[in-house]
């Protein structure tokens, strides 16, 4: 993987799962209200819509307007963004969906930590300092949202 692909695939990952943590914490946070099938429409539309807006922003900012980079951007947001909602597919109890949610997205954290460059610890620390805030800010709302 050359740098820029490198570049986009941790941009698009990162903004990806961030996103979609912020849209799945107030969901899951709203109980029984919201179905698990809702929680999925709603990620697989995060997906597709950051997938698109992701790549083609990419592009379109790209003075040389390389498709390559703009459909790793793309994918990777995509496939990322889908990503926190995948245990919410198994139809379990919505708090065990929540968990799995959680650390997928942690998980996603470690990935992007590692492919940052530079030394290991301050690419851990800023990985997961954009993370959490992200993290805290979804579950934030959720706790604020009106029933």
């Given amino acids: 993987m050359d740098a820029d692909s490198r570049t986009e695939t941790i941009f698009g990952g990162f903004d990806g799962t961030v996103s979609a943590i912020g849209v799945i914490a107030p969901l899951t946070l709203a109980g029984q209200r919201v179905a698990a ?14 997938g698109w807006s992701m790549g083609s922003g990419q592009y379109i900012s790209d003075p040389r307007n390389r498709i390559h980079l703009a459909l ?15 245990p919410f597919l198994l139809g379990g109890p919505r708090i065990l969906d929540g968990i799995g949610s959680l650390l997928i997205t942690l ?3 470690v990935l992007i930590a590692e492919l ?8 851990y620390r800023l990985t997961f300092s954009v993370l959490l805030v992200g993290i805290g800010l979804g579950t934030t709302w959720g706790l604020l949202a009106p029933n």
């Fill in 37 to 50: 099938s809702a929680i999925v429409v709603a990620a697989v539309g995060l997906a597709i819509n950051s």
């Fill in 72 to 86: 790793v951007m793309g994918l990777a947001t995509l496939v990322f963004s889908f990503l926190p909602a995948a």
């Fill in 107 to 109: 998980l996603v954290g």
């Fill in 116 to 123: 940052r460059p530079g030394a290991r610890t301050p690419s």
